[in-house]
């Protein structure tokens, strides 16, 4: 698998990221899913790698919702406090136009 700091910053990885924790079949947790998405709102806020034009307004909004449960939860026991439920994921990947 590939490590989660690798994944680039794109709808396409966080649609592969999602399908992965929805089946299960990730190395990650839901915390660290939620910091790569912090991260991924943090550099498109700085306009990283031109995040800010490439990145469409639902993606973004999305990322935006996952992010906010790290930081929300950030602290001694964030890595285990951050869950998502199957059908909050099932609905993230619909909202992406995924089924």
Known sequence: MIPLKDYRHTKES???????SCTQANSHTAAELAEWCWLFWS???ADEDDLF????ELTIDIVMEIAEKWVSQEGA?????VQFSKKQL???LERLGEH
């Open 14 to 20: 966080l649609l592969h990221l999602l399908k992965q």
């Open 43 to 45: 550099r498109w806020r």
């Open 53 to 56: 034009q490439q990145t469409d």
């Open 77 to 81: 026991h964030a890595a285990h406090d």
């Open 90 to 92: 099932a609905k993230w």
